[in-house]
């Protein structure tokens, strides 16, 4: 899982509240990423952000917002508007187009 | 968007054999890049294949690279039940995004 941490590993939502995910990097890397993973699928982009203070959304943003304020930080909060969260999330870090190094995931679940 | 395809969804083999799974892609990529991950678990990073190379070996992997099929296939030669994982393919989409696909699920059995 290289230099990158998330916490907490289980997380359990209940209706209406928002909750947020820990994603920090010790790779000096200046882009990170977030995926939701569902049962039996791939992998689908929430957000990206290639420097600090700058934020991508990805394919699936709705119902997420994340910040950037530092380089080895990136937080993803889950809202209340997000209907089917239940999901594994998994966050990376990489310095170019090249490898991207991921966390060992937060396994969320709707209560 | 998920732009690589994998091929099988799963499969089974004997300790000893080899492993073979494939990837379909859309469009035209920078970089192939192969994955795996543990059940439960994060994805690591096994080998990248640049758009000019055509054939890669890292260990007991070896992966190929078809740009006129936009294709590529992953070897696991030896297969040992650590090889038991999900593989996922994934090709450069823009800036620094990567496409995934849905993966093969590889059991090895002892």
């Known amino acids: 899982d290289g230099g990158i941490t998330q916490s907490p590993k289980y997380l359990f939502r209940k209706e209406g509240q928002n909750v947020t995910l820990s994603c920090e990097q010790n790779?000096?890397?200046?882009?990170m990423y977030w995926y939701r993973q569902d049962p039996g699928q791939g992998l689908r982009l929430i957000y990206y952000?290639?420097?600090?203070?700058?934020?991508q959304k990805g394919d699936i943003a709705e119902g997420y917002s994340v910040s950037r304020e530092k380089k080895e930080s990136f937080p993803l909060t889950v809202t209340s508007a997000q209907k089917n969260p239940t999901a594994f999330y998994l966050c990376?870090?990489?310095?170019?187009?090249?490898?991207?190094?991921f966390g060992p995931g937060t396994r969320l679940t709707v209560l | 968007s998920q732009q690589g395809e994998e091929d099988p969804q799963a499969l089974s083999i004997q300790e000893g054999e080899n492993a073979t799974m494939n990837c379909s892609y859309k469009?035209?990529?920078?970089?192939l890049q192969w994955y795996r991950q543990n059940s439960g678990r994060g994805l690591v990073h096994l080998i990248l294949?640049?758009?000019?190379?055509r054939e890669k070996h890292s260990g007991r992997l070896r992966v190929t690279l078809d740009t006129s099929k936009k294709s590529s296939s992953l070897l696991i030669t030896a297969s040992r039940a650590a090889d038991t994982a999900s593989y996922f393919c994934?090709?450069?989409?823009?800036?620094?995004?990567?496409?995934f696909g849905a993966g093969t699920t590889v059991t090895v059995r002892a």
């Open positions: 990376a870090s990489s310095t170019s187009r090249d490898t991207q190094y």
């Open positions: 790779l000096n890397h200046d882009a």
């Open positions: 952000s290639q420097i600090v203070n700058d934020f």
């Open positions: 469009t035209s990529i920078n970089n």
């Open positions: 294949i640049r758009s000019n190379e």
């Open positions: 994934a090709t450069d989409a823009d800036d620094y995004k990567l496409s």
